[in-house]
């Protein structure tokens, strides 16, 4: 029987080639495109899953509310909270900590390279995390003081692929000589925390041992079988009477920790100082919805392409039923025909996937290997995605086709039941609304990333050239003579040092203000900068005075505008004093300006108060540079450096691309939504090609007799494209609120955005009806100009 089922299949596709491929292609561009979605998601969900232990690895997070602020969320705690935990705890099995050591150089012989992600670790991290060990032993790899582990690639890197690598050193410029005990396999990138470098925790300074004021460092737990988590939350509330009340108490700062299981943290963190890009579990609603509306929508073209056939296919129902065929069989044979239509569609897709990959990869910032196809997972996958368009687009033809009454589809007469074309309008409205949903988020997502890429910042990110010299030895007088090189070239139009540029992370510290009622104790930004930070950066002095050199060193500072609302200066910031916490000294620092406000961080977040001092020859050089002939600049501002900075490699950014590196993530999501969006309007339109062929077919007759009677052209389209219009003004309706909804919803993520104008709703609607009248005029066109006797010869 099955054969035999097959056979018809293959035949019915020989027969109705157009149809048959037409369908293939729906099928192939819903399945291929809903994969890729699928293959983002299972991505973004895999995050830190690869750990043994994943089930039972939290990390612990600071929550720290200041009077009359918002909550401030770090991922970073104080040092001793690890061993403390181990002690007050009998849950915890182990304790971990990491800290970020910044980008540095490293010697081998004669090759200096900068080396980023470098963490100091506790002993027992691979205890905790998985990493498997190339060579080394991971329970002594990081016992000794100056000892290393290192990822593979960074190994190869400096050593070559050789191996042998544990018993070799490196040496940073500050002459410590770090051992390697231990190389691993490269940190997956789906993992919220990457390094290439560990350092051993006892390198440290003893000195941290105590010291439960300060925070920087990642602390990780993981909890025994059979803990419950939210328990073991709730009995962390006394660590800061037990450990920190003593010293922030007196400024009124409660600060609780929490938990958060690792494998959450990618999708539902909202913390500072995450330490690698985060994803968003809203995307995954959304690309999920995608994934399932791009197969719906290619379901009911599937449909609509079945049931235009119907004509074709009357006779031979009627005949199998005369001759006993059941219904149940009717059915199997179109469900069996529509399955091996997914099926045909699926061989296609997978070529398709292994062409495009390449492409998804570049787009969605992904790195999936066609090797994720072989993998049971994804597998099983493909497999319910088969079944689901086979038995989900060949369902309602098989119920519909198998219940022809056979007396009258030999007549020549089919069923127009009223409930088939209102079912058939529904699923067209359903394919418009989507297709305008998804264009409406199209633009607003477009016009918002648009608005973070042009919005004023309080500065001039353009032609900004910044270069560290990273080097643990005292370089600040080479510094200086590197700024006086770069002041004789007229290719560089300014050159100045700070401590940090917009963009980067700055130092959060805890300072004594004046303010209307009296010093409060607040926790402000600070960094250091030189007398030409503002004039190279383009900002605005707008009250007081700017630094004026080594005099301010000691006791000068700016601040910007967001610092003087805060504590209510209004007119009179100049002579404002602030001082360190606990200071009797009296030695104060004095506001001499006040900066125009800028954005340090992205735009997601708000301007905070901010603290500059002035901090000549920092290690962070900016140039502004002639946009004319940028790469020759580049070249003479290398030579230089090499000449000063012969240790130093010279490795620059330009600060427009590390400022807007921080919307990559929401840039990649973007585009990835865009061409999804622009895929379901095009699968849209295939289905409108079925629907239309199939009331042409119905109509044929009728248009063949207003033409026998005199009707033109002109007057025949509307009779058709007018049932068009009004659908897509029904989907209008639907789509509007439920955009309106979602997109407001999305954009309250952002502190600065575009709101809400009619134009996304209105130029989304006029897109899909344009597209929708030329799909349907062209049918409609070929249907009216078609010779009348053909379709009228059986009369």
Wanted: net charge positive; with cysteine.
């Amino acid at each position: 029987m099955i054969k035999n089922l097959l056979l018809v299949a293959l035949r019915n596709f020989k027969r109705d080639k157009w149809y048959s491929l037409l369908n293939i292609l729906g099928l192939t561009i819903g399945i291929t495109f809903s994969l890729f979605l699928i293959f983002y998601i299972q991505d973004e969900l895999s995050y830190d899953r690869y750990h043994e232990k994943a089930d039972r690895i939290f990390r612990v997070e600071s929550y720290i509310k200041e009077p009359e602020k918002d909550t401030l969320k770090w991922v970073s705690t104080p040092f001793p909270m690890a061993p403390a935990l181990s002690k007050d705890y009998p849950e915890v099995e182990e304790a971990v900590r990491l800290v970020g050591n910044g980008n540095i150089l490293y010697k081998k012989g004669e090759l200096s390279l900068y080396q980023d992600k470098v963490f100091f670790a506790d002993s027992n991290v691979f205890r905790v995390f998985t990493h498997p060990f190339l060579e080394g032993d991971p329970k002594t790899a990081l016992v000794a003081p100056n000892s290393m582990v290192l990822t593979q690639s960074v190994a190869e890197k400096y050593f070559g692929k050789a191996g042998g690598y544990v018993g070799k050193s490196l040496e940073n410029t500050n002459g410590d000589v770090y051992k390697i005990t231990g190389v691993v396999e490269d940190v997956p990138k789906n993992s919220h925390i990457i390094f290439n470098v560990l350092i051993s925790r006892s390198s440290l300074p003893a000195d941290f041992a105590n010291n439960w004021g300060g925070f920087g460092f990642n602390t990780y737990v993981l909890l025994k079988p059979q803990t419950n988590a939210a328990s073991f939350e709730q009995k962390l509330l006394p660590m800061y009477d037990k450990y920190l009340a003593s010293i922030f108490a007196q400024f009124q700062i409660k600060i609780r920790f929490g938990i958060r299981p690792i494998t959450a943290i990618h999708l539902h963190s909202d913390m500072e100082g995450e330490p690698e890009e985060l994803g968003n579990i809203s995307y995954i609603y959304i690309f999920s919805a995608a994934a399932f509306f791009m197969l719906l929508i290619a379901c009911i073209n599937y449909m609509n392409l079945t049931t235009a056939r119907s004509a074709r296919r009357s006779k031979e129902i009627g005949i199998r039923k005369v001759t006993g065929s059941s219904r149940w069989q009717l059915i199997s044979q179109f469900l069996v025909e529509s399955i091996l239509t997914a099926l045909f569609a699926l061989l296609l897709s997978l070529g398709l996937i292994a062409l495009l990959l390449p492409v998804f990869n570049s787009l969605s910032g992904k790195s999936i290997s066609f090797d994720t196809l072989l993998q049971a997972r994804t597998l099983l996958t493909i497999l319910a995605v088969v079944v689901f368009v086979g038995l989900m687009g060949g369902s309602y033809p098989a119920l519909y086709l198998s219940k022809f009454n056979p007396v009258s589809v030999l007549k020549g007469s089919l069923s127009k039941s009223s409930s088939n074309v209102t079912l058939r309008r529904a699923l067209v409205v359903v394919q418009f609304s989507i297709s305008i949903i998804m264009l409406i988020c199209t633009w607003v997502v477009y016009n918002q990333l648009a608005y973070l890429r042009s919005k004023d910042l309080g500065f001039n990110k353009d032609q900004v050239l910044t270069v560290t010299a990273n080097s643990q030895r005292d370089v600040r007088s080479k510094i200086l003579s590197f700024k006086n090189e770069m002041r004789q070239n007229p290719q560089v139009l300014a050159v100045s040092t700070s401590q940090a540029v917009p963009g980067a992370n700055i130092n959060f510290n805890l300072f004594t203000v004046e303010s209307k009622s009296g010093f409060v104790d607040k926790g402000v930004f600070t960094y250091g900068i030189d007398e030409d930070y503002f004039n190279t950066l383009g900002m605005e002095i707008v009250q007081g005075r700017n630094f004026s050199g080594l005099s301010d060193t000691l006791r000068s500072i700016i601040v910007n505008e967001r610092m003087v609302k805060e504590f209510e200066w209004g007119e009179n910031a100049i002579g404002k004093t602030v001082k360190f916490p606990g200071d009797t000294s009296g030695n104060s620092l004095e506001v001499v300006g006040v900066v125009k406000d800028f954005n340090q961080q992205s735009l997601y977040n708000p301007i905070a108060s901010l603290i500059l001092f002035y901090r000549p020859n920092s290690n962070n050089i900016q140039l502004k540079l002639d946009p004319r002939n940028i790469p020759a600049t580049v070249a003479r501002v290398e030579q230089s450096w090499k000449a000063l900075f012969p240790e130093l490699p010279f490795q620059y950014t330009f600060l427009d691309q590390d400022f807007d590196s921080q919307y990559a993530a929401d840039q990649k999501r973007g585009k990835l939504f865009t061409t999804f969006s622009v895929l379901t309007v095009l699968v849209t339109c295939l289905g409108l090609l079925g629907l239309i062929a199939f009331i042409t077919e119905q109509r044929q007759k009728e248009i063949s007799i207003r033409k026998v009677l005199g009707a033109s052209v002109g007057r025949i389209i509307p009779l058709i494209t007018g049932n068009f219009v009004v659908l897509v003004g029904l989907a209008c309706l639907i789509a509007f609120p439920v955009a309106w909804y979602f997109m407001d919803k999305w954009l309250q993520l952002f502190t600065y955005n575009t709101g809400l104008s009619v134009m996304p709703f209105l130029l989304s609607a006029i897109a899909v009806l344009v597209m929708t009248m030329a799909t349907v005029l062209f049918h409609t066109i070929r249907a009216a100009t078609a010779n009348p006797v053909n379709s009228l010869r059986d009369e």
